[in-house]
């Protein structure tokens, strides 16, 4: 009998997804539903309990046992535990692209050369998103896996495709660098690393229930998917499953994960550790619990990566009882602002602390998320500022790092290929420390600008992004309001961590009463005034306006009497509850597929009326549940 559910419509236009295999591994699998959403509560209730208490967070007692596993928290940071090798195809991975393999509203030709893009890019690897950069609308996560599918089993649309791809990447190459980047298409598309991101814990998905109707893990419906569909094909390429586990908080969470990952390898016969997997290191309970959560999850574990936006977003979250803790603008906010560098210097720590075996670990670079498309004034200064970034995190001692679009792959490349190693595995940054001192670091801030400028960026972003998202893009290039007309501020390709950031910083400035830095002669502010509900207000119908009278490249027109005004009611929500939500993606999660202002408001109300009485959160597909 069937524990789990899917609409029949779905099933039917998708049966090369859901194939018998993959329903037999869903149904293997479902029995982990029910803790993760245990897991998922006790985040919830810890969360509760910091900010009504005010709780610092600290690292765990040395003789805790880290989730189902026999491994002590004291065993971890001594390497005592059998890790992971890294396989051939991550030895090398100085770039790592990331973006999704399906367009919304797309016919399959047109979305699947999302793919051909990323395989033909030069990147050593390639990570498609099932999570911050999918739309999600319709059936947008299904056409990921569809594409992923056609690709990696070197379908004949697909290959039809990528040899006109690949004609388009060599004019624009040609024009901007002054070469071509592809001398032989078919080969050049068995150069790139195939890595998968699946959506975090903290997600439901869309398409699937549990039989009885409670909602079901998007964390266990994207690697059944991804791994099922595509173990045997990788394997005869001599090619690693490389999944990347986003949001994570804890050890505990890592272990739950690792239990996913053996009883899907068990499911399918394969050796334990078959799958390889990195970590996001995205949220600051993860930064306090670094070795836990690697060890937690050998023999799969490969590697740690430092994404900045989510990073800050959790900071700004895991803070927010903290009434003296207030962020400065994001643009101040580099990898070398206090808390920041403190971060990444136990990322690398981490990794370079051998098990017990000697094996080290990965360490992939934060986002570039410029894009070479602007005025030559413009692009000069934004590709400067990239490299400049990349030779930090080079000589910092990362493996590689992320780029947002295949343009900037042959741009930031050149950093690492230049010094020629490999990767940095095993160089000596000094050993993590667990000190108190330690623990004040990871939140520590320095003086730095927070302006009404700062102020309008997030908000005109914040709101864009919004839209964006109701409009099926969460991988969007976007920039304030005010810079559309400027060609010298360029375009940067923004997901859901970018959206995220803005609407938590813009909370804490108001509910934390911050202080302006700098007077704003607009609004009769000075310096020393604290950033108000009042400035709020004015500053939001200042920059929505400016929306609605933006050109349609910037904002589309059909969305100004749709999705927009349903992005604005969300983020002024979010912003002005005296309840901190604690994801953004959860309002809009609930209103994908809806363009009526009044549904919106309700599913709104509903979540935070679940939020106050329950302090949980509503993260099921409300239209899923109708039908079910």
Do not use: C
Not at 14 to 32: C, G, R
Not at 50 to 74: C, H, M
Not at 169 to 180: A, I, T
Not at 593 to 618: C, I, P
Request: charged share 25%; net charge negative; hydrophobic share 40%.
């Amino acid at each position: 009998m069937s524990i789990t559910y899917i609409q029949p419509e779905r099933l039917t236009a998708y049966t090369d997804i859901y194939t018998d295999d993959v329903l037999a591994a869903l149904e293997a699998l479902a029995p982990y539903n029910e803790k993760q959403k245990a897991l998922m509560y006790a985040r919830n209730v810890r969360r509760a309990e910091r900010i009504r208490t005010n709780a610092s967070l600290d690292f765990l007692d040395p003789d805790k046992r880290i989730g189902d596993t026999n491994l002590t928290v004291k065993e971890a940071r001594a390497g005592d535990f059998e890790g992971s090798t890294i396989p051939a195809d991550l030895n090398q991975q100085w770039i790592q692209g990331t973006g999704p393999a399906a367009k919304p509203n797309s016919p399959l030709d047109s979305s699947i050369r999302n793919v051909a893009y990323a395989l033909l890019s030069g990147a050593d690897g390639w990570m498609f998103d099932g999570e911050d950069a999918l739309g999600q609308i319709n059936a947008m996560s299904l056409d990921n896996q569809r594409n992923l599918k056609l690709a990696i089993h070197r379908d004949s649309l697909f290959l039809k495709v990528a040899e006109q791809v690949s004609t388009e990447m060599n004019k624009w190459s040609l024009d901007f660098l002054g070469k071509e980047i592809i001398s032989d298409w078919e080969n050049q598309l068995d150069f790139t690393t195939i890595i998968f991101r699946a959506r975090g814990l903290h997600l439901d998905d869309r398409h699937i229930t549990m039989d009885s109707g409670e909602s079901f893990s998007a964390s266990i419906a994207d690697m059944v998917l991804y791994v099922v569909n595509n173990y045997e094909q990788l394997t005869k390429q001599g090619r690693s499953i490389i999944l990347y586990l986003p949001k994570i908080q804890t050890a505990d969470e890592a272990s739950f994960w690792n239990e996913l990952l053996v009883a899907l390898e068990n499911h399918l016969s394969l050796p334990v550790g078959t799958i390889k997997a990195y970590v996001l290191v995205e949220q600051l309970e993860a930064a306090f619990q670094l070795m836990e959560i690697r060890a937690a999850l050998s023999p799969h574990f490969v590697g740690f990566n430092t994404g900045r936006w989510d990073y800050i977003n959790s900071v700004a979250d895991a803070l927010a009882g903290d009434g003296g803790f207030v962020n400065p603008n994001i643009e101040s906010i580099s990898m070398t602002y206090a808390y920041m560098a403190a971060y990444e210097d136990r990322v690398r720590q981490a990794v370079n602390t051998p098990d017990r075996n000697g094996n080290f670990a990965l360490w992939q670079g934060g986002m570039e998320p410029n894009i070479p498309v602007g005025s030559p004034k413009g692009v000069e200064e934004s590709m400067a500022k990239a490299l400049k970034g990349a030779q930090r995190e080079q000589q910092a001692g990362a493996s590689g790092k992320w780029v947002a679009h295949w343009k900037m792959v042959h741009i930031v490349r050149p950093t690492w290929e230049k010094v020629g190693e490999q990767n940095q595995l095993g160089k000596s940054f000094g050993s993590l420390d667990y000190s108190d001192t330690a623990a004040e670091k990871l939140i520590e801030l320095t003086s730095a600008p927070r302006t009404i400028r700062g102020a309008r960026n997030l908000l005109s972003v914040a709101l864009q992004y919004g839209n964006a998202f109701l409009q099926g893009f969460q991988a969007v290039a976007l920039k304030p309001a005010d810079f559309f007309s400027n060609e010298d501020i360029l375009y940067l390709m923004e997901d859901m961590a970018t959206g995220e950031i803005r609407v938590s910083v813009l909370w804490e400035w108001i509910h934390k009463h911050g202080e302006l830095t700098e007077a704003d002669a607009h609004l009769n502010l000075e310096a020393g005034d604290s950033f108000s509900e009042l400035v709020f207000t004015l500053l939001l119908d200042e920059e929505y306006e400016k929306l609605l009278q933006a050109d349609n490249k910037d904002v589309f027109d059909e969305s100004k009497n749709t999705t927009l005004p349903i992005a604005r009611m969300i983020v002024e929500r979010f912003v002005l509850s005296e309840i901190k939500a604690p994801w953004y993606i959860d309002l809009l999660n609930l209103n994908l597929n809806n363009t009526d202002f009044e549904t919106a408001k309700e599913r709104v109300n509903m979540y935070y009326t679940e939020l106050k009485t329950t302090g949980t959160r509503f993260t099921a597909n409300p239209d899923l549940l109708q039908t079910t």
